[in-house]
């Protein structure tokens, strides 16, 4: 709360430096918690096998849920239910081997129960059709949207949606192009700013659109870049998609915050992104606002089973 009072009371320019200096230790604090989960992938495939109705029921939703639930490590509950708190510097967790069957109901059920235990309830946007994930044949190489087959720039989630989306879940089915998903740290963003220009940047207001996502119309809104919340403590919301309808998804309020906003853009070839492990079983839940997201271009050439070639899940929504 430290940086917004320090602004709102005077907004003295000198403090941009002060301001610059605090985000930037809050950031340093963010962490990616990665884990080989087998132990309990073995223990769902056993659950999966005697399971005689194998459908995607709420009541088989439920009944894993619990079941993950007793099984998983204490010390695993507490992480997974303190992703993107402010206390505790995890800003997401990626498990992997949580199942190992190429099968659409049993990822849809994992994905539900865990998406439940991490607390992130996913807001169905009747414009959107967000759940499942798959490279759109029809479609041919779009970029920044992720049923399309070319690249995803670094990006959080629905920013232009007047709710924050700060959790969002996502589920390997199956991808035979072995695509991985990419993490950027906002830490690793901001690190080629001097304080006062992070100061600056954080203190500004951007307009954020809607893409190639949302059917039939555009939705805008501009906020703050940088979020404050009472739980989540600090991020900024960024979003360096490029849509090849609307363009830029992110317009800063003026050249000061655009030039900033480039040179950040500029650095981001020069980051190493953490990368998910792209195969069946792999569950990641995120901050959505504290860390961004995204992937490389999929390769037309080992789509070889069309749509079917590449199946996630993803949840977004509120904590
Ligand atoms: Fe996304």
Redesign the pocket.
Known sequence: MYIQELWSENRDVSHLEIIGSLLRKELQKHRVVRKDMSYLGLMIEDWWAQLSNKDCSNRNINQLRQFIEKNLLPQELVVIRSIGLETSGVVGVLYENLFNTEDRNLAFLVHEAMTHIAGVLDIQYPYEDHKEIFPKQDQGIVTDW?KGYGI?RP???GIYEGRDISG?CLTVCKDISATPTWFWFQKDIVKELTDDDLGYLAMSRATYISGTNVEDKVIKSTKPILRIDEREGISLRLDFRIDDAVGPRMQLQDERAQRIFDKMRASLKTIKPTASKPSTGSVGILANLKIL??RGPLDFNLLSEGENSRILF?S?GIR
């Open positions: 992720d995803i990006h959080s989630d969002i997201h995204g993803r977004k």
